[in-house]
């Protein structure tokens, strides 16, 4: 089957109105991106990025699922119309993975596309190839860890050569190693076929070499800049006005700005409270399926920051829920010491969800996976109402603080479920800080937030460490574990490893 010619891009007086929202997720984009442009789009943490992608995918949703005005399309077509020129990698690879095994998942999308039987596998061998997701096709898609799925989403739209790839944070819970082999299999995939490419990513530095053009979404609708990527990030006035706006302009910290960026820990006082032990201990996702990561001491105490990073798929998060009391442990000793346990026992994993809510608040890495409303404001009220027993007149208060602190308050009425991928997390995070736990375990906590809101979030932090929290972070961003980490710990190869103080 030959290659799809690139497609071409048409917005004019565009935007779109999710149902419930007052106000557009987007509005007046006026846009033409030409056959085979590569576009790295940018723009604050609900600018509408992702909006945009869907739209030109054809999977936005509905008239009854929000209001649209003027109009986008795609080789001329209503880009509801055009779907299969197309091929989207979501910011939550779970929500777009079909099938039960890694081949089968890669090669769904050929198949729907009636691309030949003799060139589909070849296909999915080499799209698998160019991710690095170097595991066997009758692998368990379940069974992957969240970067695996990730490298398995880009392949399956990868395999299906569209005219069209749109990549939505395609890189932003991955090891750095795997930013590189991401970025380099889009790089081999768009050369080879000339697709165009429209690629959403805060970190500009990743895609700056890659693309040719750069396109920023201002918030209150239209274009902030648009241009050759030398243009709209090494023009001095141009480079302020996007990190007013949020966006990460390289060698601008969000921070300090221009300045050297310097670690928040710094004149933290130094707590000896111990609140978490671990000893040898072995952890998995089940006793039956055996260890995937042993040999681990470490010691959380209170205003102790720890960072855990590793490559993809070694073991992180499962680590973390353990220390979470969310999965037994599978060897080993871990000890909640009587400053964390307040009479709840020894052992999180036995605790009732009351007592555990009240001491440790997770953040999983899929933020969906944690709201239980279908409003935000009901959401962070949740837990210190219905869990922690906050009295009443405490409730509300702290939840307006946490809304206008995280840039949540314009989106209390709003259903969660149609945030952002950046305000999702915030409001991850944003409703266990409301239970006011002693420790606080955190899965990829800045995955798609923009420069401002990637700060505000780094402060509160901050101040919750100065106060006492502890703090666990599974996380690759290097920025992140700079500003707040007093240690780092390595999981590779089936051991974790203390590596010493963070630089």
């Known amino acids: ?71 986008l399309t795609v080789d001329g077509v209503a880009a509801p119309s055009a779907r299969g020129r197309a091929g989207l990698v979501l910011q939550d690879p779970d929500s777009q993975i079909a099938m039960a095994r890694v081949g089968d998942e890669v090669a769904f999308g050929c198949e729907n596309l009636a691309v030949p039987r003799s060139e589909i596998w070849p296909r999915v061998h080499r799209a698998l190839d160019d991710v690095g997701l170097d595991v066997p096709l009758d692998r368990s898609t379940a069974a992957l860890s969240g970067g695996q799925k990730q490298r398995l989403a880009l392949a399956g739209v990868l395999a299906m050569e569209p005219g069209l790839v749109l990549l939505d944070e395609p890189t932003a819970n991955l090891d750095p190693e ?31 070499e890659l693309v040719n053009r750069v396109v920023v979404l201002d918030a209150g609708g239209g274009l902030l800049a648009d241009g050759p990527p030398e243009q709209v990030l090494g023009d001095g006035g141009v480079r302020r006005r996007l990190a007013t706006a949020g966006v990460w302009v390289p060698g601008w910290h969000p921070l300090t700005g221009e300045a050297p960026s310097q670690p928040l820990r710094a004149g933290r006082p130094q707590r000896e409270g111990e609140l978490l032990a671990a000893e040898g201990l072995a952890v998995g996702r089940s006793p039956k399926a055996g260890p995937v990561v042993g040999g681990i001491d470490l010691v959380l105490r209170e205003g102790h920051a720890a960072s855990v990073t590793g490559p993809n798929g070694a073991g992180k998060s499962t680590l973390a829920l353990t220390l979470a009391g969310l999965l037994p442990a599978v060897g080993g000793r871990l000890e909640a010491l009587p400053p964390l346990a307040r009479g709840a026992g020894t052992n999180p994993a036995r605790w009732r969800s009351s007592e555990l809510v009240s001491r440790i608040g997770t953040v999983f890495q899929e933020p969906e996976h944690q709201f239980l409303t279908p409003r935000v404001l009901d959401e962070l009220e949740f837990g210190p109402r219905r869990v922690a027993r906050r009295p009443e007149k405490e409730v509300r208060p702290l939840v307006d603080g946490l809304l206008q602190r995280l840039r949540l308050d314009r989106l209390a009425e709003a259903n969660p479920f149609t945030l952002s991928g950046g305000e999702k997390r915030r409001l991850s995070v944003a409703t266990m800080l409301a239970t006011s736990p002693r420790l606080l375990v955190l899965d990829e906590p800045t995955f798609g937030q923009d ?29 992140f574990t700079a500003a707040l980490s007093d240690t780092i710990y390595r999981v590779e190869g089936g051991r974790a490893a203390r590596v010493g103080a963070a630089a």
């Open 178 to 208: 795997g930013v590189q082999e991401v970025r380099e299999a889009v790089r081999r995939s768009v050369d080879r076929t000339g697709a165009t490419l429209v690629v959403v990513e805060h970190r500009v530095s990743v895609w700056a």
């Open 1 to 71: 089957m030959p290659v799809s010619a690139p497609a071409a891009v048409r917005a004019r007086g565009w935007g779109w109105r999710h149902a419930g929202r007052k106000a557009f997720a987007v509005t007046d984009l006026d846009l033409d991106i030409a056959p085979g442009e590569r576009v790295l789009l940018l723009g604050a943490s609900g600018a509408g990025k992702s909006t945009l992608l869907h739209a030109l995918a054809g999977v936005l949703g509905a008239a009854e699922e929000g209001e649209e005005r003027g109009e």
């Open 451 to 479: 420069a401002l809101t990637w700060a505000e979030l780094v402060r509160l932090l901050a101040e919750l460490l100065a106060q006492g929290t502890s703090l666990l972070s599974v996380t690759h961003d290097e920025d």
